[in-house]
């Protein structure tokens, strides 16, 4: 039995409910780092032409996150601005 499911629910529905809310929790667990880790990977990157073309992707990840309330919709403008002007900022 897992972890998360040795709870005194007593209801079929609130046990289905347990089991969705982890296998979710795994997921959203999943894209968060896997964004965090492209992010990274952006600001990492100091040849122009290599990021402008990683950026598209970084903010449509980002636009994902924010519409599927993983992160905050703010959090993810502003991590779409600070990359943009990054990447601008290359030579």
């Known amino acids: 039995m897992h972890p ?3 709870v005194m629910a007593n209801h079929k529905s ?9 296998v979710r929790r795994l997921r959203n667990r999943y894209y968060h780092k896997t964004a ?8 990492n990157e100091a040849d122009k032409a290599a ?3 990683q950026l598209p992707k ?6 994902k996150l924010a519409k599927k309330n993983i ?9 779409k601005s ?5 990447v601008n900022s290359l030579a």
Do not use: G, M, P, W
């Open 51 to 53: 990021a402008s073309e």
């Open 4 to 6: 998360h499911l040795n």
């Open 58 to 63: 970084v903010i449509s990840l980002l636009d």
């Open 14 to 22: 609130a046990l289905k409910r347990i089991r969705q809310n982890e």
């Open 36 to 43: 965090r880790t492209a992010v990274k990977v952006l600001r």
């Open 82 to 86: 600070k990359l943009t002007k990054h």
């Open 71 to 79: 992160i905050h919709k703010n959090k993810a403008a502003n991590l």
